[in-house]
């Protein structure tokens, strides 16, 4: 009671109304009870309806106010020129809105870079904005203008990422590989430009790339076999003298004082760079004057553009489409929509598809979690069964739970929120936080119909008398989440796909699974007592048989 002759919150005018209410309900319930299983079923139903409308991601996006842009140059470029692309790129995205600073790395070398001779194709950008609160728009408001930027550059390979800590200097860290892989290698570039065109036309989808399109300019030397029958020289010496002269050959090494050096074969540059070089080394010959004969006379050169790499999966050719997904699309969807134009395409039998990077990890994450799901379901029901000393009620407590889970899901479509690994943790969480409410329950009925209440009496009292703790359980809950659902800041996208899913999940859930409970519990009361009515009959007849 409170001071003053008032009469406390627990009697109080709202209270009962509150508690009023649901002891009606679940009276009405229980003289319905198979009204209330059909609802359950109804809703559980509706589970494959509301996932289609749901978006999936590995992990959610958020603003850390930070990005990076990573850009590979046309094979063959040399240090100079990328000192001039990435000084020019970088000119233009100091200039965007927000931008505090860049950080420019070119890497992956090769060669003697130090002389100007070796390649050097790729590097990163690193961006840092003002912080979020200094700025009324979102990082990824600003990737897209600097994607508009590097339009400009169409010679130039680009892709604009989050920023990541453990990645190496211009490697791409795309949301979606495509690899297409069969025997062969002209008709996997076809499909891969086929399959990259549409993504680009498809509007889903930025920074598409296909891991075939950097072809490095190169020389062939076309044999002719009449010269070199002529002149005697075989197409084996003419192929090994090139590969030594023009892509060198370790010969020895030898060691001074502490210091141990390589011994390379290889023609000077100015004899291995173009036709005319190529063509004046000389090869023995058989049959030519003074033993010898220029390489140019036994070959035709032909110019041409060859693949940067060749890549193998279990002994088959692949080529990687790589993208990320466009603001507003989820990786899932983005994998559901490629995986259907894919299948749309008419792949012959022995060319096959499959997904990398996270979206592969999103596939395995999101089957785990079906696995991780029915493990929680039966190490809970072996800890209520060895609680409660009964294989039937920890079913009455566990019923309940499969129902939050479209509940959560409607919770995330209403609120425009794809599920992500943080939400499925928030499931996990809002489960526990049912089954803790149908222990309430059942606990408190058992204890009553030990004290000689009967079963609908004690159901209706133990649940309004419990009704007030996970009321205010819930209420606490809903009203830590809310802050973290709203809240701003780096990380707060992790935080807020969880906490909308507990807010919306309990909140939608709450007043059918503190039915449906009851309404089980007397359900498998009823078919308990059957069983054990039926027993006693067979018994008694068995019984009067034998007196007979």
């Not at 002891?23 to 809703?43: E, K, Y």
């Not at 240090?79 to 692309?85: F, G, I, N, T, W």
């Not at 860049?102 to 590097?123: A, F, I, P």
């Not at 009324?136 to 989050?162: C, I």
């Amino acid at each position: 009671k409170l001071s003053g002759g008032g009469k406390g919150s627990k009697d109080g005018p709202v209270w009962r109304l509150v508690a009023g209410a649901y002891s009606a309900v679940l009276a009405w319930s229980l003289r319905h009870r198979w009204a209330v299983v059909a609802t359950g079923f109804l809703t559980l139903a509706s589970t494959p309806l509301i996932v289609s409308r749901l978006g999936f991601d590995f992990m959610p996006r958020d603003d850390q106010s930070e990005f990076e842009v990573s850009v590979t140059l046309p094979e063959g470029s040399n240090l100079a020129r990328a000192d001039e692309v990435f000084g020019e790129v970088d000119r233009r995205l100091r200039e965007l809105r927000g931008v505090r600073f860049t950080y420019t790395v070119v890497g992956d070398t090769t060669g003697r870079t130090s002389r100007g001779e070796g390649d050097v194709t790729s590097g990163t950008i690193y961006v840092r904005l003002v912080d979020l609160k200094e700025r009324h728009y979102t990082q990824f408001d600003v990737m897209n203008e600097a994607r508009a930027v590097l339009a400009d550059y169409p010679d130039l390979k680009v892709s604009v990422q989050e920023a990541s800590a453990i990645a190496a200097a211009g490697m791409r860290q795309v949301m979606m590989d495509v690899n297409l892989r069969g025997p062969d290698m002209a008709k996997l570039q076809q499909y891969a430009d086929d399959l990259a065109g549409w993504m680009r036309r498809h509007g889903g989808f930025t920074d598409v790339d296909t891991g075939a399109s950097a072809r490095k300019p190169e020389l062939r030397l076309r044999p002719d076999r009449e010269r070199m029958s002529d002149l005697g020289v075989s197409q084996a010496v003419v192929a090994s003298t090139a590969n030594v002269l023009v892509g060198g050959e370790l010969l020895s090494n030898y060691k001074e004082h502490d210091e141990t050096y390589d011994v390379w074969l290889r023609a000077e540059r100015q004899g291995r760079q173009d036709e005319g070089g190529i063509g004046r080394i000389t090869v023995p010959s058989s049959k030519a004057a003074g033993g010898t004969t220029q390489i140019g006379n036994l070959v035709r050169f032909e110019s041409a553009r060859g693949p940067n790499t060749i890549e193998r999966t279990a002994r088959q050719r692949q080529v990687v489409v790589s993208a990320n997904t466009a603001d507003g699309v989820s990786l899932g969807s983005g994998v559901a929509a490629v995986t259907e134009h894919v299948r749309g395409m008419g792949l012959p039998a022995e060319y096959t598809f499959e997904f990398g990077g996270r979206a592969k990890i999103l596939r395995e994450s999101n089957s785990q979690f079906g696995l991780t799901f029915l493990m929680a379901f039966l190490f809970m029901y072996m800890v209520l069964a060895a609680q409660f000393e009964s294989l039937v009620h920890p079913v009455s407590i566990l019923v309940a739970l499969p129902l939050v889970i479209p509940f959560a899901l409607l919770s995330l479509v209403l609120l425009r929120t794809s599920l992500d690994l943080y939400s499925i943790i928030g499931l996990l969480m809002l489960v526990g936080i049912v089954k803790k409410n149908g222990i309430l329950q059942i606990d408190y009925t058992n204890q009553l119909r030990q004290h000689g209440l009967s079963r609908d009496a004690a159901i209706l009292e133990a649940n309004r008398t419990r009704l007030r703790p996970i009321l205010m359980t819930t209420v606490m809950l809903v009203a830590a989440m809310v802050p973290m659902a709203m809240g701003q800041g780096p990380g707060a996208a992790a935080r807020a796909g969880m906490a909308k899913l507990i807010i919306g999940g309990q909140t939608l859930s709450l007043l059918l699974t503190l039915l449906i409970t009851p309404v089980v519990y007397s359900l498998f009361d009823d078919l308990g007592g059957w069983i054990s009515h039926r027993g006693k009959d067979e018994f008694a007849d068995g019984s009067s048989t034998c007196r007979s």
